[in-house]
């Protein structure tokens, strides 16, 4: 059973994938610290690139199936157009200043 994003723990998580599934781009990169960066599967990827291509260009969406590490650490079922549906685990780094550092995705 999928947690309803608002009942996210993190506030910035919840804001990350309201905006993930609502395709809000300026939302999104406003969540993000000057020099965020990712990895996708233990890779570190160009950030730009692979918010273009795995979230807005191909429809990204998150439901949430789980949350562990104060709302900081999900598992997901991870949607988009390109690969279709995967298990998923998400984790975030958020600075003090309430902006995500670096997020890390990967297959579940």
Do not use: C
């Amino acid at each position: 059973m999928a947690i309803k994003p608002d009942k996210l723990s993190d506030p910035v998580v919840r804001a990350f994938v309201n905006a993930v599934n609502s395709h809000d781009r300026e939302g999104f990169m406003s969540l993000l610290s000057l020099g965020a960066t990712m990895a996708d599967d233990g890779r570190d990827r160009n950030l730009a690139d692979w918010i273009e291509r795995e979230i807005f260009a191909s429809n990204g969406h998150m439901e949430v199936d789980s949350e562990s590490d104060g709302g900081r650490t999900l598992h997901a079922r991870y949607r988009n157009d390109t690969y279709g549906e995967m298990k998923t685990q998400w984790h975030f780094t958020v600075d003090d200043g309430g902006q995500i550092s670096r997020f890390e995705t990967g297959q579940a």
